[in-house]
């Protein structure tokens, strides 16, 4: 293996001096923080964080790898993906790039070669690009329409075992709520999630209907100590008020499990009256929200011979400001619903700072792929550079923040348990005997 800028020395004990962290991503150091960005000495020992110090005040007989003032993050959380989804873009591309193209180019996929063998191939893929680009934590939605939900959540087990050590993973079964109509295999389902340690999910849409449905939802979930993670409003009518309806519900039915809810593109295109009320009862009832703006940006307000007039994004900076926890992740990668991406939460965070204008000032943004979705995912001790945390770290040659995004940072060093991992990503012919080429 080589490094474009780095190579840490091979020890069981070191420091890597003269480092710039992030500081809405570290826990328990106070420095001079300038624009976000503080200025460290991190101590590694056995695989631990055992120190985070002022610059020069590591002990001097530790071997020392110096950054030259170059950014050092903690591993990445990507809250919201679909693993089951990825790379099946040569094998079933979106016609036009719609969300309606998109559904119909995925059914058709799924139900003509979504075996075992194809998810899991497909899966450990996205895996292996994820963990190369840095990131320890994925929470996953698996398309859950009988009978795919038993074969998925079956290879999702697997891949969860065999990446334990590599990547956290978490399951959120997905499915039209219209289907838990049908008791029996409502029911199956449910078993299905609550064996495998997932979450339920599903997608909201405005009906009669819909205050029945999530009461269903979250009694269901009640019941069998289930969270809830929810794909919503993922349209530009601002007629969709499926949020609203999930809050009150929360409420409701007095639900003390975790509740997320993605996308909410429509909350940006009601007036102020209407989002304030909505925004307001998000915080109220405790619900997280996770944007994913590179896939929002591809679908929302695409029409053919049109130019785009919005973003497709929801808003994050009113919901964050009220209180609300929030986060970006990557969505889909290579399918019908973005046609792009890699799991590289660098990129991620990159297009979010643009496209939800997180910068001017930039001094928490990092925390939307670290602490903020590590917390919202139920696991605090990842995410975060803090003494006693695993040295599980990505290490960067930019200094400042002109520098971090303006370039893909190709040349990332990544540590786990304070080892320098191979960070080559697996080639996209390798794929060629499932989806083509």
């Known amino acids: 293996m080589t490094y474009s800028f780095i190579s840490p020395p091979n020890a069981g004990r070191f420091v890597l001096s003269n480092a710039t962290l992030p500081a809405a991503a570290v826990t328990g150091y106070q420095g001079l923080v300038v624009e976000g960005l503080v200025r460290a000495d991190i101590v590694i020992a056995d695989g631990i964080i055992a120190g985070v110090l002022p610059p020069g005040e590591a002990p001097v007989e530790l071997a020392k790898s110096d950054l030259k003032e170059g950014m050092v993050w903690p591993c990445f959380a990507d809250m919201h993906t679909h693993l089951d989804k990825g790379h099946i873009w040569p094998r079933n ?42 990131t320890s934590l ?6 859950s329409l009988a009978p795919q939900h038993r074969i998925s959540f079956e290879v999702f087990a697997e891949m969860r075992e065999a990446w334990k050590d590599r990547i956290a993973l978490q399951a959120v079964a997905l499915f039209p709520m219209e289907n838990m109509a049908d008791a029996a295999y409502f029911a199956d389902l449910v078993t299905v999630v609550r064996e495998t340690g997932g979450l339920i999910g599903g997608v909201t849409r405005m009906s009669a209907a819909l205050d029945s449905q999530l009461d269903m939802l979250f009694r269901s979930a009640a019941d069998t100590g289930l969270d809830v993670d929810l794909h919503v409003d993922e349209t530009d009518d601002p007629a969709a008020e499926t949020l609203k309806a999930i809050t009150q519900a929360v409420l409701r039915n007095r639900f ?112 939307v ?30 200094r400042r923040w002109s520098e971090f995004l303006s370039r893909p940072q190709s040349d990332r060093v990544v540590l786990r348990r304070g080892k320098v991992i191979d960070r080559s990503l697996p080639d996209y012919r390798e794929l060629d005997s499932v989806v083509g080429a």
């Open 256 to 367: 003390d499990g975790k509740v997320t809810a993605g996308h909410c593109c429509s909350l940006a295109r009601q007036d102020e009256e209407t989002t304030k009320r909505t925004v307001d009862l998000v915080a109220e009832a405790g619900v997280a929200i996770v944007s994913l703006p590179m896939c929002n940006m591809y679908l929302q307000d695409r029409y053919c011979g049109r130019t785009p007039r919005w973003r497709g994004v929801t808003l994050f900076k009113e919901l964050a400001a009220a209180g609300v926890a929030t986060a970006v992740a990557s969505d889909n990668t290579r399918d019908p619903f973005y046609a792009y991406g890699d799991l590289d939460p660098v990129e991620v965070f990159r297009e979010a700072v643009r496209i939800l204008h997180l910068d001017h000032p930039l001094d928490t943004a990092a925390r």
């Open 369 to 398: 792929v670290t602490t903020s979705p590590a917390d919202i995912l139920g696991r605090p001790d990842m995410g975060r550079i803090a003494v006693g945390a695993s040295a599980d770290l990505v290490l960067f040659s930019a």
């Open 138 to 143: 994925i929470r996953t939605h698996l398309d």
């Open 93 to 134: 591309a979106n016609p036009d790039g719609t969300f309606p193209g998109a559904l119909e180019a995925v059914r058709a996929d799924r139900e003509a070669h979504w075996s075992a063998a194809d998810v899991k191939k497909r899966m450990e893929f996205s895996l292996r690009s994820a963990y190369a680009h840095g």
